[in-house]
């Protein structure tokens, strides 16, 4: 064939020049544009528990999420079998899973492929979860940050003062924003929009991406993935998040956290969304001093259809047990479910429908479930 009036000898000339140049920019480029591989790794408490030492990942094709998975991806898949998958949306929809780092790692070194969203940026997250952990965490029981530092909770006499300063600069805004609408042809004061760094959709494309590496020979997923066992799991805002691609026919399992939407809207989802449901959810609240125990338990009681489980810890209020070593109780709980939903391990069931067995792992909790034949 001969193109703009040229041979087709200079054509295919042409041809070869552009895959030469393409593959000398391939080789330049490393992992970042041609079969992307990690392109940095790093190790938190010795790997986890589990029987897969696990690592923090970055991948340059990958930029705006953080990959927890086993090390060693084809000697984990020799003994585990292909590794499902777990989606997760963070705690105030935030860009960063800094703060659920043991937790996350922990359930990877269990043979599971977490993709959280957010790079992972420890020194900007920390110093603005500082403030948040400060108002958040139950009265007498300090938070331990990523990094160490101990964040005590605001006793209720500096919350007072906290919320007394906050109406107060409403006040003012109200009264500046009056002043301003009295000025003969003065504009509208404009109304701040409340924006979120993440949305619901970054899951799937998550999941997008893996998918393409999972059927990618130039991948390290290629063929590791088992792309029929994926659960989404999200805390407190990350599990409306969680909650609002549950209706995607490839999510097999859904873990909501510290979170549930009853009457409210979040992230754009709302309670329709539950009647979207297809697959089985489990929902761990955090007690009385947890802000979402009340959405949570709506929730269970609105869905209809699909097997559910709520567990109440009781006391653990919203943060859960995610800053504690390997993820604490919250981890033990959540590798439970999944090795019960994603790996057919259905002994694990016990744990969650029955108390007296969950209570020999977790005093005190409960847990009430529905739609289990």
Known sequence: MIFGGGSSEVTIQRTYNMKKSLFILCLLAG?????????????????????????????ASLPDFTIYRPADLKAAVEKNGKLPVILYGNGACMNSS??????????????????AIGPYNEA???????????????????????????????TEAEKAEMMKAMQAQREAEQKAAA???????????????????????QLLQALDWLTDRNADAASEYY??????KVSVMGQSCGGAQALGVTHDPRIASAIILNSGIADMSMQGVDKRQLANLHSPMLYIVGGDEDMATPNGTKDFNNIQGVPVVLLNTGVDGHEGSYYETHGGKYAQAVIKWLDWQMKGKVANAAFFLDEAVLNLTCPGWTTINKNFQ
Not at 39 to 51: I, K, Q, Y
Request: charged share 25%; net charge neutral.
């Open 98 to 115: 800094v703060e659920a780092r043991y937790f996350l790692n922990e359930i990877a070194s269990h043979g599971y492929v977490v993709v």
């Open 31 to 59: 992992s970042l544009w041609c079969g992307a591989q990690t392109s940095r790794t790093m190790t938190v408490e010795d790997g986890g528990t589990g029987l897969y030492h696990s690592v923090i990942v970055g991948d």
């Open 179 to 201: 002043r301003s609408r009295s000025k003969k042809n003065a504009p509208a004061p404009e109304v701040p929009v409340e924006r979120r760094p993440t949305n619901p959709r």
């Open 124 to 154: 900007d997250f920390i110093a603005h979860w500082k403030d948040v952990m400060k108002t958040m965490a139950p009265s007498g029981k300090p938070v331990v940050l990523a990094n160490g530092e101990v964040v005590k909770p605001m």
């Open 223 to 228: 063929h590791m993935l088992d792309l029929e």
